[in-house]
């Protein structure tokens, strides 16, 4: 029977596969695929771990005491049985055959149809097997993790990697109840043409990482797990943020045809990837982008950025396991992006750990419920970087560095007070001297503030007068305006960058930091929205940083656009108690 499953959407498109299903509290569980070569030989992984599982049950079961409860030895008989029942390991041998999964990942694949069949029965009892299937699968894990780390020293592979070609077999959609940032940049390399999330809100990292992967994704849709099975069949419409389990043909043959459009769109659009992004009255605007990691400067380029607005740096510090980069690794890391940018200014921000970006494999849930309550209000970003000065003089010194390759800007995250902003410029001053100690070189970079706190954006003329250039982060300045939790899908309907409070921040940002000759960028979601290209040009930006993918389509809005027309007409949708609605009237639907 066809479901719709509804949340919300985060990157644009049609995405058609069969569901990959994984428990969240299976993430950091193995996921790969295996080569057709390597099939009989993870099919004997796993029945070495049975063997090896069996053999520890026996073992268990003989050297009970004698005055253990009878119930105990019973227990060991049904685990071993359960242990050879085909609907356990056979039934994972056919994931391991036929969708090319690793043992690990077929086991937990498994278990998750096991789970579904057991909640399902009537009878309580029954009912309550499905532990007793969790802990064998748990005894085959352990045991499958110990034959890995004698073999190679690593017991944990990450999700996603090991992506082969799946050419001419089914695509795969993952879904999920929440995956962490850090492990959604592990997909970047993956073979899933889409995703979808029980949790999350359109400006979460965990949607922010996905929509720079450009492909279809849904967050938010709340029962997704519990309703889809592994291996059904999914379109996801990105457009809509809508789900659609196992379509009807006719549903199906609708989705294709769209598509087959959208990806046409897309090729109309990336023929734009070079032209030069100028309104029509001639003035020129700069489209940045957004990057994670070094790796994705090249595609930066290809897209057509003229430089890198943000560098998410917080991204090389996480999943390390404690294991933070030093100087050496982070300087590598910066001049990596550097030289792949040729030239082309990057803008590298300091580290914004916290909030839903924390140090350790965390998803939101567990961070609210594990850790602090507010986490977005607490040690986050260079709030954290003052309380680990050494750190932040570290980074500091491996972004100086970097800049003897090409041009580097330093931007600083959520600055609000006065003592932050003289603090950060002693530690920027202290680094450069510890480089002129030991003779390191380095050039001029310039120092830009994040202004995604409104007391940040009420008090801008301060910002402008001790920092080069400033950069709007419109994602945490709606977020902490309107006091939305961006990842939290229960109030996202309540995260509004249309609301009146939030536009007057913006022009007023935008406004006096242009009079004050300060160069300003808008890097959050917005700058890649074409529903607020016009906006913004109308409000004096002329700087927009965005995933690289979002290029050509804001430069298509910006090719069309007359900024002179557009100032008088920004002030009718900033008068306008229906900002929305004026603007869709005045600029046209994106
Ligand atoms: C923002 O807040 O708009 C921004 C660009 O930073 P991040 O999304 O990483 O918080
Ligand atoms: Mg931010």
């Known amino acids: ?145 110990r034959a890995n780390s004698g073999a190679d020293g690593s017991a944990r592979a990450v999700i996603g990697q090991g992506a082969r070609d799946f050419a001419g077999e089914d695509p795969l959609v993952l879904v ?24 999350g809100g359109r400006t979460s990292h965990t949607a922010i990482v996905a929509r720079s992967m450009d492909i279809p994704a849904v967050v938010g849709a709340r029962e997704a ?102 100087e050496e690794e982070q300087f590598e890391s910066y001049r990596a992006a550097v030289l792949a940018m040729e030239g082309l200014p990057v803008t590298i921000r300091t580290v914004d750990i916290g909030a839903d970006k924390p140090l350790e494999r965390l998803s939101v849930q567990d961070l609210r419920h594990e850790h602090s309550l507010n986490p977005a209000l607490g040690l986050r970003a260079i709030r954290w970087s003052l309380a680990e000065p050494a750190m932040f003089r570290q980074q ?37 001297q510890q480089l002129d100690d030991v003779g390191k070189p380095y050039s001029r970079v310039e120092l830009g503030a994040m202004i995604e706190i409104p007391a940040a954006a009420l008090t801008i003329d301060l910002f402008v007068k001790h920092f080069d250039f400033v950069s709007i982060g419109t994602n945490d300045l709606i977020q902490y305006t309107l006091a939305i939790d961006r990842a939290d899908e229960a109030v996202s309907h309540l995260y509004d960058p249309w609301h009146p409070a939030v536009l007057q921040l913006l022009s007023t940002t935008i406004a006096r930091a242009n009079a004050a000759g300060r160069n300003v960028c808008v890097c959050g979601e917005m700058a890649g929205d074409p529903a607020f290209t016009e906006l913004l040009l109308g409000m004096g930006l002329r700087s927009f940083s965005m995933h690289p993918a979002r290029i050509s389509s804001i430069k298509q809005r910006v090719l069309r656009a007359d900024s002179r027309r557009l100032v008088s007409q920004v002030q009718q949708v900033l008068a306008s108690e229906t900002p929305d609605i004026e603007a869709t009237r005045l600029f046209g639907a994106s």
């Open 1 to 145: 029977m066809s479901i719709q499953v509804f949340g919300m959407p985060v990157s644009r498109g049609v995405a058609i596969g069969r569901a990959v299903l994984v428990a969240s509290s299976r993430v950091d569980v193995a996921h790969y695929f295996v080569p057709d070569a390597e099939v009989d030989r993870e099919i004997e992984r796993l029945r070495a771990a049975r063997d090896e599982v069996a053999q520890e049950l026996t073992v268990l079961k003989r050297d009970l005491p004698s005055d253990a409860p009878s119930e105990l030895s019973a227990l060991m008989d049904v685990h071993l049985m359960l242990l050879h029942d085909e609907s356990l390991t056979g039934a994972t041998k056919t994931w391991i055959r036929e969708r090319h999964y690793n043992a690990e990942w077929a086991l937990s694949a498994q278990l998750e149809v096991l789970a579904r069949q057991f909640d399902e029965m009537e009878d309580d009892y029954l009912r309550e097997r499905k532990a007793d299937v969790e802990q064998v699968v748990e005894r085959l894990l352990r045991s499958l993790a």
């Open 176 to 199: 999920a109840n929440d995956v962490a940032p850090a492990d959604m940049l592990q997909f970047k390399r993956s073979v899933f043409t889409g995703f979808v999330t029980d949790v």
């Open 225 to 326: 797990s519990r309703l889809i099975r592994q291996d059904d069949w999914l379109v996801i419409d990105g457009d809509a943020g809508v789900v659609i389990v196992n379509p009807s043909p006719i549903v199906l043959e609708e989705y294709r045809f769209r598509q087959r459009a959208s990806e046409l769109e897309r090729a109309r659009l990336d023929r734009l990837r070079f032209t030069p992004a100028v309104t029509l009255d001639g003035v020129p605007v700069e489209l940045l982008a957004n990057i994670e990691l070094p790796g994705d400067a090249a595609g930066a380029v290809e897209a057509g950025a003229v430089g890198v607005g943000l560098f998410r740096s917080e991204f090389l510090f996480m999943n390390r396991d404690g294991n933070l980069p030093d």
């Open 396 to 432: 500091l010194r491996a972004i100086l560095r970097a800049s003897a390759f090409g041009k580097v800007r330093v931007l600083v995250p959520m600055v609000a007070h006065r003592s932050q902003i003289h603090q950060t410029l002693e530690a920027l001053a202290r680094a450069k």
